[in-house]
């Protein structure tokens, strides 16, 4: 059992990855203003104290502690701290993502601290973008300075700042979708303040507001948090953690993609190789700005370079790359830029459409993206931006792992591919098999392909291969059960004409309009089949045997082959194929039933 502190757009978040998991969990706020739906969450409203705290957790059996409250709510993360230590559970904070501190603007540890510096400074006119609590932090400037506090806009908080003695002429309400400067316009202050609150709590857009505007920017510093907090910035942050601290949660565990580890060994090879520190583990930012942790299992020095190897971690996806090393070799070059080579086990690419020249390693675009942007930080740190580095990714045994892979289908050779396009892998995610599908047809298109041909595996493919001699191996794409991912993809990419090979199992369920037709998703519907039956002219028996089969295959020993009701049944299914491309680019489908006996 599970029990989040909210109230904040974190505490969304964490709700929204908590229900996942399908298990009973418990949202705490301190009012009820938070308009939140927790699927599988039962809320709680009211502040709790230590006492509190702890007995509930030993009531109702919390064993993890989620704080996704507001970074200044000090109090509340000391008290979620003693709790913790009392009851020895763990507690993870989702905390926001914080951009760098510009030294351009004031930092100050406190609002006395910020007082005082507003007085010495001779501000008379200040906007407080800081909420209505911090009303009586600041009262001994506001009682002597013109002063304006922006709040939102609701009885309690009008309630607060009377409460506090402000004068109420002086409250500014917020709007939503207002933009900052229009209120600096408005009011022309001399300065404004603001607490840090991060990418959630609009402070980049307060400050180039206040940029814009000339007008100086005082930040209150967040408060720092009790040690021992385990701190993710996201989603998949908080349930990697949550994975690893109560791995009973969720029924199945996500992981990091092969681009993920490449990213991490990278960064701490470089770290290594420039300060001498050897690093256990190592914080990346995915590409949608999360930073995430992973560890590093071994570094080793090679000459003037050093190797660091992440073991990776995909979960319970079953990926061939599973507790495989992923190993990085960094040096330093003349050359300026960043390089990046493939070491054993990486393959090479000899087929164009991959986005990646022939000749290139086989590392994606967004690895590629990852390892140069955490390069180019640590570059910066160490005041060496122009400093060239050769980046080489390795995989021990990738060269027989590729073998599993559709590598050799794709024209990469001597390995796998380094890839990942979120820097996540959910279980028994589709994502990479829908990314490979996607290569596999625009290696075809630069091929010169204009036909297609799709099927759901190599005993099909066989049998279609035989049917269209002509055409060259890599035309023939395996769309697994994504069959409308497959042809919105096959539509994008402008291709003239697609033929699908599709088994009566997936028919059945495809001509019902399910584009996916994977057992987890959809099972055979008797009724639905049924139905088409009688549609095609077939009589009482007949229907009655559909209703009492266990799979679909056994339509083949119940009709022969020219019956009317495969020609149906195709017709049903090329109506749903259309229906999934209704751009512009449309292209010619034609539909093939192959029978268990052709195979």
């Known amino acids: 059992m599970i029990l989040v502190f909210g109230g904040t757009t974190e505490g969304r978040a964490a709700v929204e990855t908590l ?14 203003g938070q308009q939140v739906e927790c699927i599988h969450g039962i809320r709680l409203a009211g502040a709790m104290e230590v006492k509190e705290m702890i007995d509930f957790c030993r009531e109702h059996g919390i064993q993890l502690l989620v704080d996704a409250a507001h970074p200044f709510a000090e109090q509340l993360h000391k008290n979620i701290g003693q709790a913790a230590e009392e009851l020895n559970i763990p507690v993870v904070r989702y905390e926001r993502i914080y951009p760098p501190r510009d030294p351009d603007l004031i930092w100050c540890d406190s609002y006395a601290e910020a007082c005082v510096w507003l007085k010495n400074q001779g501000i008379r006119n200040l906007l407080a973008l800081s909420g209505v609590q911090t009303i009586p932090k600041l009262k001994a400037y506001w009682l002597e300075n013109p002063c304006w506090f922006r709040v939102l806009d609701r009885p309690e908080s009008r309630q607060l700042a009377l409460k506090y003695g402000f ?29 840090e609150s991060g990418r959630s709590g609009y402070f980049r857009e307060k400050v180039e507001a206040a940029r814009k505007s000339g007008i100086p920017v005082v930040v209150i510093k967040r408060p720092v948090l009790p040690e021992g907090f385990y701190v993710v910035t996201g989603n998949n942050g908080l349930r990697h953690r949550i994975e690893r601290l109560l791995p009973g ?21 470089l770290s ?9 583990q190592v914080t990346i930012t995915l590409p949608d700005g999360e930073e995430v942790e992973l560890p590093v299992s071994r570094t080793e020095k090679d000459g003037q370079s050093i190797i660091c190897t992440v073991v990776k971690d995909a979960g319970d996806d079953p990926d061939v790359t599973n507790k495989r090393e992923i190993c990085a070799k960094v040096m330093l070059s003349k050359e300026t830029g960043i390089r990046f080579a493939a070491g054993k086990g990486v393959g090479i690419v000899t087929l164009p459409g991959l986005g990646l020249e022939i000749g290139e390693p086989a590392i994606n675009p967004t690895p590629r993206k990852m390892m140069a942007a955490e390069t180019e930080k640590i570059l910066e740190a160490h005041r060496i931006p122009k400093q060239g580095v050769v980046i080489e990714i390795s995989v021990p045994d990738g060269e027989e792992l590729a ?38 047809i625009q290696v075809a298109k630069a091929l010169g392909c204009r036909h297609i041909v799709i099927n759901s595996g190599a005993k099909s493919e066989r049998i279609l291969r035989e049917r269209f001699p002509e055409i060259i191996p890599q035309a023939f794409v395996h769309y697994g059960n994504y069959i409308e991912e497959t042809l919105k993809i096959i539509e994008e990419e402008g291709i003239g004409r697609v033929t699908m090979g599709i088994m009566i199992g997936k028919a059945v369920k495809l001509a019902e309009g399910h584009g996916d037709t994977h057992s987890r998703n959809v099972v055979m519907n008797r009724d639905f089949i049924i139905g088409l039956a009688k549609e095609a002219g077939c009589d009482d028996g007949i229907c009655a045997r559909i209703s009492e089969m266990t799979l679909a295959r056994e339509l083949w020993n119940m009709l022969p082959a020219d019956h009317p009701f495969f020609s149906f049944l195709l017709k049903k299914c090329e109506e749903v194929c259309y229906s999934y491309i209704k751009g512009e680019k449309k292209c010619i489908i034609e539909l093939m039933l192959i029978s268990e006996e052709s195979l």
Do not use: M
Request: hydrophobic fraction near 40%.
């Open 19 to 32: 229900d996942e998991a399908g298990q009973t969990y418990y949202y705490s706020t301190r009012g009820n």
């Open 167 to 195: 004068p109420a002429g002086k409250l500014i309400f917020w709007e939503e979708g207002k933009e900052e400067r229009g209120v600096l316009l408005q009011l022309r202050p001399d300065a404004i303040l603001t607490k």
């Open 249 to 269: 949660f969720y029924p199945l565990h996500s992981g990091f993609t092969t681009g993920s580890c490449a990213c991490a060994a990278a960064k701490a090879a």
């Open 272 to 280: 290594t190789l420039l300060t001498g520190e050897v690093l256990n």
């Open 403 to 440: 073998l599993k892979t559709f590598n050799p289908k794709l024209g990469i050779v001597g390995g796998i591919s380094i890839i990942g396009t979120s820097g996540v892998v959910r279980p028994f995610s589709s994502e990479a098999f829908v990314a490979t599908i996607r290569k596999e």
